[in-house]
């Protein structure tokens, strides 16, 4: 069936470092990629994401490319600031596209410190 | 503009009591979710309704029941509630079959069953 795998964490970095978190996936079809992002206290929101091979997606100088030959999605980020810190989710949508119910990852938590 | 609105957004239960977590979102979507959130497992989908009328399972439904009571509200029963609940909960709903795929959360609610 269709998954996710993600890189465990926590992964701790100081600020202006760079950063990557790995994603790979699993899956039938043609999936839309996805990148959420989860602040303590809140909901999960979409931070980025690719809907074909080679599409890259990029937002809040993050950015991640759909690999469809190593099926992977890894999101990088040049510089982190302390306000990065949150739990990053890797999910694949329904390839059928019947539905938007999306399969995630495990999460991956970042911590940032100055 | 709220989005999506969830209910309680703390419980405490005893083994055995039953409870409903509403769910509203106002952004005219049709398809809503309930997904449950557990440490080193991610988010996992519970139940989901692609349109007013129908529900579906996801991959843990046991022990739960859902109702789509209309387009804006879509509901998540716990019958007979059991310490294996003890769970965060997120609804979230997308417009199925736009153009980006992407699913709103509420901000959780955190259940403890005793």
Redesign the interface.
Known sequence: GNSVTQMEGPVTLSEEAFLTINCTYTATGYP?L?WYVQYP??????LL?A?KADDKGSNKGFEATYRKETTSFHLEKGSVQVSDSAVY?CAL?DPG???????????TRLQVFP | NAGVTQTPKFQVLKTGQSMTLQCAQDMNHNSMYWYRQDPGMGLRLIYYSASEGTTDKGEVPNGYNVSRLNKREFSLRLESAAPSQTSVYFCASSNTGGVTGELFFGEGSRLTVL
């Open positions: 839309s996805f206290g809140e909901g999960l929101q979409l994401k809907t989710f949508s596209r019947v539905t938007d119910k999306l399969i995630f990852g495990t999460g």
